[in-house]
């Protein structure tokens, strides 16, 4: 069955960086969007990037942004890995919340989250 695993999170000061990753399993990964996703308690999951399956001859992506994030936030897909990829720079507190990939199949699948806080 699909399987999404995100890892990578924890605890860094603001102006740090961090990468989560997310392990997809069960499907075929490349066949299908990935997004990546954030809540914090008391709040609606909140949308942060997505990234098109890859397409054509050299296996192009698109990505989009919440504005929030843009020039800070980097999404990427390793196909041969079946992982997916949040590279965070420049973090600062109000990015601290549970970070959830999501595969695009259907409804939507979802994996367990990782905490990112950010703190000095």
């Known amino acids: 069955q699909v399987r999404l695993v995100e890892s990578g999170g924890g605890l860094v000061e603001p102006g740090g960086s961090l990468r989560l990753s997310c392990a997809a399993s069960?499907?075929?990964?490349?066949?299908?969007?990935m997004s990546w996703y954030r809540q914090v308690p008391g709040k609606e999951r909140e949308f942060v990037a997505t990234?098109?399956?890859?397409?054509?001859?050299?296996?192009?992506?698109?990505?989009t942004y919440t504005d929030s994030v843009k020039g800070r936030f980097a999404i990427s897909r390793d196909s041969a890995r079946n992982t997916l990829y949040l590279q965070m720079n420049s973090l600062k507190p109000e990015d601290t919340a549970v970070y959830y990939c999501k595969a695009s199949i259907g409804i939507g699948y979802w994996g367990q989250g990782t905490q990112v806080t950010v703190s000095s």
């Open positions: 990234i098109t399956r890859p397409r054509g001859f050299e296996r192009y992506t698109d990505s």
């Open positions: 069960g499907f075929s990964f490349s066949d299908y969007a």
